[in-house]
């Protein structure tokens, strides 16, 4: 599990320019996650111009991403991280199950870069922690049942502008120096 965490941080900070490869900037530097933003949006994109893809037999089960900004602020950070590595258990099972299930070449490469994509997440998130102890899968997400594939990408697009862009706000806010960075309020950054 270490190196795979090491893995993860190496591969994060090879998206960044040398001069700013650390780990703080990860969280204080607000382009990074407008970044992945417009990843999840090319993404889905993507995987509506594929041809061709089939309903899927066995429906995946995605968790419900949305929420509201006044629930948000009242939960812990520990507990912000803690439903979102949730969302990314159900939404990694979702991407695994539909990858089986799909034989068109253009879906299934798709999905295997959504599946990474969100992998990268679920592994970083691991490693911020507040409690002792490491995560455990035992939540339970408010979820929904789909057999169309580009809500994968959807609920994938959703949860990274949304939740995961908030989150790591929410870390700038309180990790990050003054002026270092682009930490504007979420809401003001790139739809």
């Given amino acids: 599990m270490e190196l795979n965490r090491l893995l993860l941080l190496t ?3 090879l998206h960044v320019k040398e001069d700013r490869a650390s780990p703080t900037r990860l969280v204080c530097d607000n382009r990074l996650i407008q ?3 417009v990843e999840a949006k090319d993404m889905e994109k993507r995987v509506g111009q594929c041809q061709a893809l089939p ?3 066995c429906p995946a089960v995605l968790p419900l991403v949305d929420f509201t900004f006044q629930q948000w602020k009242s939960k ?3 507990t912000k991280r803690r439903e979102i590595l949730c969302d990314l258990a159900l939404l990694l099972g979702a991407a695994a199950g539909a990858q089986g299930q799909v034989s068109n070449e253009c879906g299934a490469r798709q999905l295997s870069q959504l599946y990474r994509h969100a992998n990268s997440f679920f592994l970083l998130l691991q490693t911020f922690s507040w409690e002792t102890g490491h995560w455990e899968p035992s939540c339970s997400p408010h979820s929904m049942e789909q057999t169309h594939i580009p809500s994968i990408f959807l609920t994938y697009r959703q949860l990274v502008q949304g939740k995961l862009r908030f989150f790591f706000y929410d870390l700038a806010t309180v990790s990050c120096k ?3 960075g682009d930490s ?3 809401a003001c950054g790139a739809q």
Avoid: M, T, V, W
Wanted: hydrophobic share 30%.
């Fill in 76 to 78: 812990s950070n520990e």
């Fill in 11 to 13: 591969s994060f900070l």
């Fill in 35 to 37: 970044k992945y933003i």
């Fill in 184 to 186: 504007r309020d979420p």
């Fill in 178 to 180: 003054q002026g270092q």
């Fill in 55 to 57: 309903a899927l037999r």
